[in-house]
């Protein structure tokens, strides 16, 4: 007995000892990040990166939790989530956040960021991101970094080389009152149609075209339901990471500059990742025989003349003084960075 006695004593000792290294190393902050993408796309090998650096950076202190391929739900009940403290944190396009913020739906107004990347991360880093990031804080979500996401081209059955090509086509599009006038600028129409119904819309005529990034084009194989690309990097998809307020204020303000730091030490591989993705893709649409052609510097500088007033109206109308402000700004840092 005085034998199983200490047997006994050991096992109590070894589990105080094993229960107090757990709660040594366990995490004070977790945090769940939620995601529509699958764990092979960009956007989640980047949060990987983040959540390895932050973790490594705080002693562990904070964890982010990854739950990709909408694990945690639609990117509507993502936003509101993170808005009502049930999770901490989500990365977010800006196509989901316009009913959430008018705001952002700047980022819907064709050829608004630059060509050059460089030039559009001095746009995004600048007064204009920032005022941008800043514009989440009164719809209780704390934006803290924005990662690009890709970049939107045309695609159609009809021939798309030039602006008068457009005249009389039809276009799948977001319910964007924005991309609505982005087409009708150019003497197109568009059609609000749901995602999932796209291929089949194509496929039956019921539109000509559509816009999406390559790489959405070739996954969701678009391609093969479309004769003419047209390469106008017109459209910026933009990725907003956003916190919980609550959350956010509950950490040291040191450790909120290691996960702001870690965002954007990461990005650029995240973008370099995407941009890959749109160079793989875009092998694969040219391999399937689909005519591709770049739209011509003097065609990007008309067509932007064309959309860009109707699609500021668009966006003013429902944005109002706040975007007024944004506008502003961002006219004259795209005046100052393309000069």
């Known amino acids: 007995m005085k034998f199983l006695g200490r047997i006994v004593t050991v096992v109590l000792a070894l589990c105080m000892v094993i229960g107090g290294v757990v709660s040594a190393n366990a995490a ?3 945090a769940r990040i939620g995601h529509l993408e699958s764990p092979l796309q960009p956007r989640h090998q980047g949060l990987e990166k983040v959540a390895k650096l932050v973790s490594e950076r705080t002693g562990g202190e904070v964890e982010f939790k990854i739950f990709p391929s909408s694990q945690l739900g639609n990117q509507r ?5 993170v808005q009502f403290g049930t999770i901490e944190c989500t990365v977010s396009p800006a196509a989901f956040l316009g009913g959430f913020n008018p ?3 700047i980022m819907d107004i064709p050829f608004l960021l630059p060509v050059d990347r460089a030039k559009a991360q001095e746009l995004r880093q600048g007064k204009f991101g920032q005022e941008l990031l800043k514009s989440f804080d009164s719809r209780g979500l704390k934006a803290i970094a924005t990662w690009p996401n890709g970049r939107k081209n045309f695609t159609s059955n009809k021939p798309i080389s030039s602006i008068a090509d457009f005249k009389g086509q039809s276009f799948r599009v977001m319910d964007s009152k924005i991309l609505i006038e982005q087409f009708a600028a150019i003497g197109a129409s568009a059609i609000a149609l ?3 119904e796209l291929y089949t ?7 000509d075209g559509e816009e999406n990034p390559l790489d959405t084009i070739q996954r969701m194989k678009f391609y093969e339901v479309q004769k003419y690309l047209v390469l106008s990097e017109h459209g910026a998809m933009e990725d907003y990471v956003l916190f919980n307020p609550a959350f956010w204020e509950s950490l040291p303000a040191n450790y909120q500059k290691i996960i702001v730091d870690a965002f954007m030490e990461v990005m650029p591989g995240v973008e370099a990742h995407k941009e890959q993705a749109q160079r793989d893709a875009l092998a694969v649409i040219k391999k399937a025989g689909v005519s591709v052609s770049p739209l011509q510097a003097a065609d990007r500088a008309a067509m932007r003349e064309l959309m860009y007033p109707r699609t500021k109206a668009a ?7 706040e975007g007024q402000k944004l506008i502003k700004l961002y006219e004259e840092e795209y005046a100052r960075i393309m000069k």
């Open 28 to 30: 004070k902050y977790e």
């Open 77 to 81: 009940q993502m936003n509101e989530g």
């Open 103 to 105: 705001a952002v739906s």
């Open 194 to 196: 749901p995602f999932g």
């Open 201 to 207: 819309a194509l496929q039956n005529g019921v539109v």
């Open 315 to 321: 966006y003013l109308a429902r944005a109002g003084a």
